[in-house]
């Protein structure tokens, strides 16, 4: 584990993240202060940003995720034909 500086950690910004991206956790301090952490991902995190915020989302109770997955999205149920919208469509205009 290595301590940094703010100042040096924004000059040398790659380095770290390199580190951190081989298992290593780097304490970012502020006035010999912690104040946060740059840490590996964890090992159930995934590679990809959207599926990793998706799932963080979960975790935080956000968004459930659906009980059965489904095959898209739900069936249409009109409320009425096509037919019958026409036509009541054609009487609003004719009373004009």
């Given at each position: 584990?290595r301590?940094?500086?703010?100042?040096?950690?924004?000059n040398?910004?790659?380095?770290?993240?390199?580190?951190?991206?081989?298992?290593?956790?780097?304490?970012?301090?502020?006035?010999?202060?912690?104040?946060?952490?740059?840490?590996?991902?964890q090992?159930?995190r995934?590679?990809?940003?959207?599926?990793?915020?998706?799932?963080?989302?979960?975790?935080?109770?956000?968004?459930?995720?659906?009980?059965?997955?489904?095959?898209g999205?739900?069936?249409?149920?009109?409320?009425?034909?096509?037919?019958?919208?026409?036509?009541?469509?054609?009487?609003?205009?004719?009373?004009?």
């Amino acid at each position: 584990m290595r301590a940094v500086g703010l100042k040096v950690l924004k000059n040398k910004l790659s380095e770290y993240v390199r580190l951190a991206t081989h298992g290593e956790t780097v304490l970012v301090t502020d006035r010999d202060r912690v104040v946060a952490e740059l840490a590996p991902p964890q090992r159930n995190r995934s590679p990809l940003l959207a599926d990793a915020l998706l799932a963080e989302a979960v975790r935080q109770g956000w968004i459930t995720p659906p009980a059965l997955p489904g095959a898209g999205p739900p069936p249409r149920k009109p409320v009425m034909s096509f037919r019958k919208l026409l036509r009541e469509l054609e009487q609003d205009r004719s009373d004009r």
